[in-house]
């Protein structure tokens, strides 16, 4: 069984969700040293308590703040961490400014912002900071950059088409890289809906913060719709991610 036995892990968006449990399948593997970034420094600080708490497989564990749309922070992460072997990055927060008629609609007409700027911050993060990564980041030989992204460029949804164009461009930028970067590897993962990024309401017991922006009354309309609409039947977990 392959193992990541002396492998230096970077995981960018590392302190919850589908990062989160890289980290700690990472350890599991007994990678060397695992590296989680963020934005939030309490959120890493608790994030690497926890990995340490869970004694797996005893590898290194650090934490790092970054910013991860700014090219800047992203070069200042990667010179300190210098080389490594594997890079994941999941940093990204849902935008849902665009995304949900009604409640949304209000905001749209009456903002003074221009719509492209409401999505800035996204792209700024999604993608541009994948370049910066690209750009700066010193990957050792039989390495690999791993970028997560949602379906929504395979299967469109309404109301989303400016999302659906951001990720459509991470897709994109994910062919290029793999030409421009090897033989270091470049994939993108597509998850679906995931229980991780709902955060708890009614009677469904799940957590954390990405969908806070949802209105309590179609929180849990959203939830259940999306369910129905897994063949596998349930929103995913981080597990059946990192895996």
């Known amino acids: 069984m392959a193992t990541l036995a002396n492998k230096i892990i970077l995981i960018i968006g590392g302190s919850s969700g589908i990062g989160f449990?890289?980290?700690?399948?990472?350890l599991k593997s007994f990678a060397k040293t695992v590296i989680i970034a963020s934005s939030n420094k309490e959120r890493v600080e608790k994030a690497?308590?926890?990995?340490?708490?869970?004694?797996?497989?005893?590898?290194?564990?650090?934490?790092?703040?970054?910013?991860?749309?700014?090219?800047?922070?992203?070069?200042?992460?990667?010179d300190d961490v210098g080389e490594v072997d594997h890079i994941i990055f999941t940093s990204g927060r849902l935008e849902t400014t665009l995304a949900f008629p009604g409640w949304i609609l209000i905001k749209l007409k009456t903002?003074?912002?221009?719509?492209?700027?409401?999505?800035?911050?996204?792209?700024?993060?999604r993608l541009w900071g994948v370049v910066a990564v690209a750009k700066h980041a010193?990957?050792?030989?039989?390495?690999?950059?791993?970028?997560?992204?949602?379906?929504?460029?395979?299967?469109p949804a309404p109301?989303?088409?400016?999302?659906?164009a951001g990720a459509g461009a991470l897709h994109t930028l994910t062919s290029g890289l793999a030409v421009d970067l090897a033989p270091i590897r470049v994939n993108i993962i597509c998850s679906g809906a995931k229980e991780k990024?709902?955060?708890?309401?009614?009677a469904?017991?799940?957590?954390?913060?990405?969908?806070?922006?949802?209105?309590?009354?179609?929180?849990?309309?959203?939830?259940?719709?999306?369910?129905?609409?897994?063949?596998?039947?349930?929103?995913?977990?981080p597990d059946e991610v990192r895996f």
Request: proline share 2%; aromatic share 6%.
């Open 21 to 26: 449990g890289v980290a700690e399948a990472s």
């Open 48 to 78: 690497v308590k926890r990995l340490t708490g869970a004694k797996l497989g005893g590898g290194e564990i650090i934490g790092r703040v970054v910013n991860a749309g700014n090219e800047e922070s992203i070069k200042g992460l990667l």
């Open 111 to 125: 903002t003074t912002v221009e719509i492209s700027f409401l999505f800035k911050d996204s792209l700024d993060l």
């Open 138 to 155: 010193k990957i050792r030989s039989g390495g690999s950059l791993t970028l997560t992204s949602g379906t929504l460029a395979i299967k």
């Open 159 to 164: 109301t989303l088409s400016v999302a659906i």
């Open 197 to 202: 990024l709902l955060k708890q309401f009614s």
């Open 204 to 237: 469904f017991k799940v957590d954390t913060e990405l969908w806070d922006d949802l209105p309590p009354s179609y929180k849990e309309s959203f939830l259940k719709d999306t369910t129905k609409k897994l063949l596998v039947g349930h929103l995913g977990q």
